[in-house]
Protein backbone atom coordinates (compact mmCIF):
# COMPACT_ATOMS: atom_id res chain seq x y z
CA UNK A 1 0.00 0.00 0.00
CA UNK A 2 1.22 3.62 -1.02
CA UNK A 3 -0.26 6.63 -0.16
CA UNK A 4 -2.09 9.66 -3.21
CA UNK A 5 1.31 11.90 -2.70
CA UNK A 6 3.96 9.00 -2.88
CA UNK A 7 2.51 7.75 -6.59
CA UNK A 8 2.09 11.16 -7.88
CA UNK A 9 5.62 11.97 -6.92
CA UNK A 10 7.12 8.35 -8.68
CA UNK A 11 4.51 9.25 -11.79
CA UNK A 12 5.48 12.48 -12.16
CA UNK A 13 9.21 11.62 -12.31
CA UNK A 14 8.55 8.85 -14.99
CA UNK A 15 6.56 11.21 -17.07
CA UNK A 16 8.95 14.10 -17.03
CA UNK A 17 11.37 12.06 -17.76
CA UNK A 18 9.71 10.58 -20.92
CA UNK A 19 10.09 14.10 -22.14
CA UNK A 20 6.02 14.63 -20.90
CA UNK A 21 5.24 18.34 -20.54
CA UNK A 22 3.30 19.31 -17.45
CA UNK A 23 4.06 16.01 -16.21
CA UNK A 24 2.63 16.34 -12.82
CA UNK A 25 -0.88 17.64 -13.89
CA UNK A 26 -1.25 14.75 -15.96
CA UNK A 27 -0.04 12.23 -13.22
CA UNK A 28 -3.04 14.21 -11.10
CA UNK A 29 -5.90 14.09 -14.08
CA UNK A 30 -4.71 10.28 -14.31
CA UNK A 31 -5.31 9.01 -10.68
CA UNK A 32 -8.08 11.53 -10.65
CA UNK A 33 -9.50 9.15 -12.73
CA UNK A 34 -8.49 5.95 -11.52
CA UNK A 35 -9.95 6.64 -7.91
CA UNK A 36 -13.18 8.80 -9.61
CA UNK A 37 -12.43 11.77 -8.14
CA UNK A 38 -11.05 15.11 -8.64
CA UNK A 39 -7.54 16.85 -8.27
CA UNK A 40 -8.96 18.79 -4.95
CA UNK A 41 -9.64 15.44 -3.31
CA UNK A 42 -6.13 14.15 -4.19
CA UNK A 43 -4.64 17.19 -2.50
CA UNK A 44 -6.80 17.10 0.47
CA UNK A 45 -6.17 13.40 1.20
CA UNK A 46 -2.41 13.00 -0.33
CA UNK A 47 -1.66 10.57 2.85
CA UNK A 48 -4.44 8.28 2.24
CA UNK A 49 -3.51 4.80 0.72
CA UNK A 50 -4.56 3.23 -2.70
CA UNK A 51 -5.18 -0.20 -3.05
CA UNK A 52 -3.36 -2.66 -4.95
CA UNK A 53 -6.03 -2.54 -7.95
CA UNK A 54 -6.08 1.48 -8.06
CA UNK A 55 -2.07 0.95 -8.37
CA UNK A 56 -1.94 -1.73 -11.13
CA UNK A 57 -4.59 0.29 -13.65
CA UNK A 58 -2.69 3.94 -12.73
CA UNK A 59 0.37 2.62 -13.67
CA UNK A 60 -0.50 1.04 -16.86
CA UNK A 61 -1.78 3.90 -17.82
CA UNK A 62 1.54 6.33 -16.59
CA UNK A 63 3.26 3.88 -18.80
CA UNK A 64 0.75 4.43 -22.12
CA UNK A 65 1.21 8.32 -21.35
CA UNK A 66 4.73 8.10 -21.05
CA UNK A 67 4.89 6.04 -24.69
CA UNK A 68 2.94 9.69 -25.75
CA UNK A 69 -0.27 8.44 -26.08
CA UNK A 70 -2.57 11.52 -25.45
CA UNK A 71 -3.88 11.80 -21.61
CA UNK A 72 -7.28 12.26 -23.26
CA UNK A 73 -7.39 8.97 -25.49
CA UNK A 74 -6.61 7.50 -22.02
CA UNK A 75 -9.09 8.78 -19.95
CA UNK A 76 -11.37 8.99 -22.84
CA UNK A 77 -12.79 12.28 -22.22
CA UNK A 78 -12.07 16.15 -23.26
CA UNK A 79 -13.57 18.95 -21.97
CA UNK A 80 -14.95 21.50 -24.71
CA UNK A 81 -17.26 24.52 -24.52
CA UNK A 82 -17.88 23.65 -20.72
CA UNK A 83 -18.87 20.33 -21.58
CA UNK A 84 -17.24 16.87 -21.49
CA UNK A 85 -16.92 15.15 -24.91
CA UNK A 86 -16.34 11.08 -25.35
CA UNK A 87 -13.27 11.11 -27.53
CA UNK A 88 -11.20 7.92 -28.93
CA UNK A 89 -8.37 7.21 -31.57
CA UNK A 90 -11.35 7.43 -33.85
CA UNK A 91 -11.74 11.11 -33.54
CA UNK A 92 -9.25 14.61 -33.23
CA UNK A 93 -9.37 15.42 -29.56
CA UNK A 94 -11.00 18.99 -29.70
CA UNK A 95 -9.09 22.27 -29.15
CA UNK A 96 -9.30 25.67 -27.80
CA UNK A 97 -8.85 26.92 -31.44
CA UNK A 98 -12.16 25.21 -32.34
CA UNK A 99 -14.09 26.84 -29.78
CA UNK A 100 -13.67 30.00 -31.49
CA UNK A 101 -14.80 28.55 -34.59
CA UNK A 102 -18.68 27.83 -32.32
CA UNK A 103 -18.21 31.54 -31.17
CA UNK A 104 -18.07 32.92 -34.71
CA UNK A 105 -20.97 30.35 -35.36
CA UNK A 106 -23.03 31.55 -32.49
CA UNK A 107 -22.60 35.35 -33.43
CA UNK A 108 -24.38 34.35 -36.78
CA UNK A 109 -26.86 32.34 -35.50
CA UNK A 110 -28.53 33.30 -32.09
CA UNK A 111 -31.36 32.85 -31.02
CA UNK A 112 -32.94 31.34 -34.55
CA UNK A 113 -34.40 27.84 -35.85
CA UNK A 114 -32.14 27.07 -38.28
CA UNK A 115 -30.33 24.43 -40.24
CA UNK A 116 -26.59 23.52 -39.95
CA UNK A 117 -24.50 21.33 -41.25
CA UNK A 118 -20.95 20.13 -39.95
CA UNK A 119 -18.69 18.63 -42.74
CA UNK A 120 -16.12 16.49 -40.60
CA UNK A 121 -17.76 16.28 -37.73
CA UNK A 122 -15.35 13.89 -35.51
CA UNK A 123 -16.77 13.86 -32.15
CA UNK A 124 -19.33 15.86 -32.97
CA UNK A 125 -18.36 18.76 -30.68
CA UNK A 126 -19.08 21.83 -33.16
CA UNK A 127 -22.50 20.98 -33.85
CA UNK A 128 -23.97 19.03 -30.73
CA UNK A 129 -22.27 22.43 -29.02
CA UNK A 130 -24.50 24.72 -31.26
CA UNK A 131 -27.59 22.03 -30.26
CA UNK A 132 -26.72 22.27 -26.97
CA UNK A 133 -26.53 26.55 -27.13
CA UNK A 134 -29.41 27.39 -28.76
CA UNK A 135 -32.45 25.49 -28.95
CA UNK A 136 -34.28 26.21 -32.19
CA UNK A 137 -31.44 24.97 -34.48
CA UNK A 138 -31.09 21.53 -35.93
CA UNK A 139 -27.56 19.85 -37.72
CA UNK A 140 -26.83 17.43 -40.31
CA UNK A 141 -23.36 15.75 -39.05
CA UNK A 142 -20.93 14.33 -42.41
CA UNK A 143 -17.74 12.38 -41.63
CA UNK A 144 -16.49 9.94 -43.95
CA UNK A 145 -15.51 7.81 -40.91
CA UNK A 146 -18.62 5.29 -39.36
CA UNK A 147 -16.22 5.05 -36.33
CA UNK A 148 -16.39 8.72 -35.94
CA UNK A 149 -19.73 9.06 -36.27
CA UNK A 150 -20.24 6.52 -33.61
CA UNK A 151 -18.19 8.63 -30.82
CA UNK A 152 -20.49 11.69 -32.20
CA UNK A 153 -23.64 9.84 -31.36
CA UNK A 154 -22.70 9.10 -28.08
CA UNK A 155 -21.67 12.34 -27.35
CA UNK A 156 -25.33 13.50 -28.64
CA UNK A 157 -27.19 11.30 -26.71
CA UNK A 158 -24.99 12.10 -23.51
CA UNK A 159 -25.53 15.75 -24.03
CA UNK A 160 -29.25 14.95 -25.00
CA UNK A 161 -29.41 17.03 -28.34
CA UNK A 162 -30.47 13.52 -30.26
CA UNK A 163 -33.37 14.35 -31.43
CA UNK A 164 -31.86 17.49 -33.49
CA UNK A 165 -29.04 15.87 -35.13
CA UNK A 166 -28.52 13.61 -37.75
CA UNK A 167 -25.72 11.83 -38.68
CA UNK A 168 -24.46 10.59 -42.02
CA UNK A 169 -21.36 8.81 -43.35
CA UNK A 170 -20.20 11.05 -46.18
CA UNK A 171 -17.18 12.30 -47.77
CA UNK A 172 -17.27 16.53 -47.61
CA UNK A 173 -21.34 16.26 -49.24
CA UNK A 174 -21.47 13.36 -51.37
CA UNK A 175 -23.98 11.61 -49.40
CA UNK A 176 -26.31 14.72 -49.58
CA UNK A 177 -28.70 15.82 -52.88
CA UNK A 178 -28.99 19.73 -52.60
CA UNK A 179 -32.51 19.62 -53.99
CA UNK A 180 -33.27 17.83 -50.37
CA UNK A 181 -30.55 19.98 -48.36
CA UNK A 182 -30.31 23.96 -47.81
CA UNK A 183 -28.44 25.01 -45.05
CA UNK A 184 -28.44 28.77 -43.21
CA UNK A 185 -24.61 27.94 -42.08
CA UNK A 186 -22.28 25.65 -42.72
CA UNK A 187 -19.51 24.85 -40.31
CA UNK A 188 -16.03 22.49 -40.60
CA UNK A 189 -12.70 21.77 -38.88
CA UNK A 190 -10.93 20.19 -42.30
CA UNK A 191 -8.13 18.69 -42.23
CA UNK A 192 -5.45 20.92 -43.14
CA UNK A 193 -1.80 19.78 -42.07
CA UNK A 194 0.55 19.34 -45.16
CA UNK A 195 1.91 15.88 -45.66
CA UNK A 196 5.78 17.30 -45.73
CA UNK A 197 5.33 18.80 -42.04
CA UNK A 198 3.50 15.93 -40.27
CA UNK A 199 6.73 14.07 -38.92
CA UNK A 200 7.54 17.20 -36.74
CA UNK A 201 4.10 17.39 -35.27
CA UNK A 202 4.34 16.47 -31.27
CA UNK A 203 4.31 12.43 -31.22
CA UNK A 204 1.30 12.75 -29.14
CA UNK A 205 -0.58 14.27 -32.43
CA UNK A 206 2.02 12.20 -34.84
CA UNK A 207 1.42 9.04 -33.36
CA UNK A 208 -1.80 8.63 -31.86
CA UNK A 209 -5.08 11.14 -33.96
CA UNK A 210 -6.27 9.68 -36.90
CA UNK A 211 -4.28 10.66 -40.10
CA UNK A 212 -7.08 11.15 -42.24
CA UNK A 213 -8.15 13.54 -39.79
CA UNK A 214 -4.63 15.98 -39.63
CA UNK A 215 -3.71 16.17 -43.37
CA UNK A 216 -5.85 15.83 -46.64
CA UNK A 217 -2.13 16.11 -48.91
CA UNK A 218 0.98 17.68 -50.06
CA UNK A 219 -0.41 21.46 -48.98
CA UNK A 220 -2.94 21.45 -46.78
CA UNK A 221 -5.63 22.63 -48.87
CA UNK A 222 -7.38 19.89 -50.54
CA UNK A 223 -10.54 19.96 -48.10
CA UNK A 224 -10.75 23.85 -48.07
CA UNK A 225 -10.67 24.10 -51.62
CA UNK A 226 -13.69 21.09 -51.48
CA UNK A 227 -15.84 23.07 -49.03
CA UNK A 228 -15.20 26.46 -51.00
CA UNK A 229 -16.99 24.62 -54.13
CA UNK A 230 -18.93 22.50 -52.76
CA UNK A 231 -20.66 24.35 -50.29
CA UNK A 232 -22.47 26.76 -52.49
CA UNK A 233 -24.57 24.16 -53.88
CA UNK A 234 -26.17 23.44 -50.19
CA UNK A 235 -25.93 26.85 -48.70
CA UNK A 236 -29.04 29.32 -48.66
CA UNK A 237 -28.08 33.00 -50.36
CA UNK A 238 -26.76 35.05 -47.21
CA UNK A 239 -26.11 32.02 -45.35
CA UNK A 240 -22.15 31.17 -44.40
CA UNK A 241 -19.69 29.32 -44.24
CA UNK A 242 -16.95 29.08 -41.71
CA UNK A 243 -14.00 26.63 -40.91
CA UNK A 244 -10.85 26.52 -38.95
CA UNK A 245 -7.64 26.91 -41.01
CA UNK A 246 -3.99 26.25 -40.42
CA UNK A 247 -1.84 28.83 -38.36
CA UNK A 248 0.11 29.87 -41.58
CA UNK A 249 -3.11 29.30 -44.44
CA UNK A 250 -4.58 32.74 -43.85
CA UNK A 251 -3.33 34.38 -47.12
CA UNK A 252 -3.16 31.03 -49.07
CA UNK A 253 -6.89 30.62 -48.42
CA UNK A 254 -8.05 34.19 -48.85
CA UNK A 255 -6.64 34.45 -52.27
CA UNK A 256 -8.71 30.72 -52.85
CA UNK A 257 -11.70 32.81 -52.13
CA UNK A 258 -13.85 33.48 -55.40
CA UNK A 259 -15.06 37.02 -54.78
CA UNK A 260 -18.05 36.54 -56.82
CA UNK A 261 -19.94 34.24 -55.37
CA UNK A 262 -18.55 34.76 -51.27
CA UNK A 263 -18.35 37.62 -49.19
CA UNK A 264 -15.51 38.00 -46.91
CA UNK A 265 -16.99 38.45 -43.71
CA UNK A 266 -13.49 38.33 -41.60
CA UNK A 267 -10.76 35.85 -40.61
CA UNK A 268 -10.55 35.79 -36.82
CA UNK A 269 -7.10 35.75 -34.60
CA UNK A 270 -6.99 33.07 -32.09
CA UNK A 271 -5.45 34.09 -28.76
CA UNK A 272 -1.76 34.69 -30.42
CA UNK A 273 -3.18 36.56 -32.95
CA UNK A 274 -2.67 34.15 -35.56
CA UNK A 275 -5.59 34.06 -38.38
CA UNK A 276 -7.43 30.75 -37.67
CA UNK A 277 -11.26 30.87 -38.24
CA UNK A 278 -12.22 31.71 -42.18
CA UNK A 279 -16.02 33.40 -42.11
CA UNK A 280 -18.10 33.79 -45.45
CA UNK A 281 -21.01 34.72 -47.14
CA UNK A 282 -22.98 33.25 -49.75
CA UNK A 283 -23.18 36.27 -51.95
CA UNK A 284 -25.45 35.13 -54.48
Known amino acids: MRTIAEVLREASRILLAAGVPEARRDAGSLLSHVVGKDRTFLIGHAEDQLDDEVLVQFHSYVERRALGEPLQ ?120 VPAAVLSGLQREVRDHEPRVALSPGPDGLTMIRRLLHETLAFLKTGGHLIMEIGFDQGEAVTNLVDAEVWRLVEIKPDLQGIPRILVLQKAY
Open 73 to 192: YIVGVQDFFGREFRVTPDVLIPRPETELLVEAALELINDSAGLICDVGTGSGCIAITLLCEIAGVRAIALDNSLAALEVAKLNAQRLSVSERIVFLVSDCFNALDPSEYQFDLVVSNPPY
